[in-house]
């Protein structure tokens, strides 16, 4: 079961990526029937190192937007179970670990944000992709 599931994820992921990369980048044929658009070599396959870093930076955007949403959900349910526990030690016990999970679930996503951030500012970039200019002093 757990080989099924995994490979799921990973087929999943890469119909995203390959979607992402076509539709995103512009490289479906247009009505025209051209596949550059506006003749910009970027949209012809023409890819750079920076194009694939942006992409990734975009993903996990998405991966970050949605583990911290469930993550958001899980709390309240934790919070709806404990309520309509009735006073039974065993429910409040599994509401309990639901919001001790989502809660971890929380830290785990902002540890991965600050993460991020800090190997996109270590290699000289922003929270777009693009280079970052410093400051004027």
Known sequence: MLKKNILLIVFLGLFVFNISLAYGQGIVPSA????????DAT???NYELNDFVSLAINVSKWILGIVGSLSLVM?????????ISGGGSEKISQAKKIIVAAVIGLIIVFASFLIIKFVMGSMGLDWSGKIAVPAAK
């Not at 025209?32 to 003749?39: D, E, M, N, V």
């Not at 709390?75 to 309520?83: A, K, N, P, R």
């Open 32 to 39: 025209t029937g051209k596949s550059c658009a506006g003749g």
């Open 43 to 45: 949209y012809c396959g």
């Open 75 to 83: 709390f309240i349910y934790g919070g709806v179970m404990f309520l």
